[in-house]
């Protein structure tokens, strides 16, 4: 999921939550970005499991700089989420 804006969000979060049925063939999940995780899980509810997007924009030099930054964030624990979706961009 990659919206610009809230309305964006919302838009592609109600029209992914009313496609997905109790015969859907398998789990759905949103991987959303942090400014609007709380809305797409008040939209979806337990239909859909919602888990934190995070893009990182970054130059490591060294394994252990990776090691460090690639850690789930602490937001994952206040929103109740279980799933993070990390993506480094060099």
Request: with cysteine; proline share 7%; charged share 20%.
């Amino acid at each position: 999921m990659n919206p610009a804006t809230k309305g964006e969000a919302i838009s592609l979060a109600e029209d992914i939550a009313r496609s997905v049925t109790d015969t859907s063939p398998g789990e759905v999940g949103l991987f959303v970005p942090f400014p609007f995780i709380e809305t797409v899980q008040n939209i979806c509810g337990d239909k859909i499991t919602i888990g934190a997007e995070v893009c990182l924009f970054t130059y490591l030099k060294s394994k252990e700089q990776m090691s460090s930054i690639l850690r789930p964030p602490v937001m994952t624990h206040d929103r109740n989420l279980t799933n993070v979706f990390l993506s480094l961009c060099r």
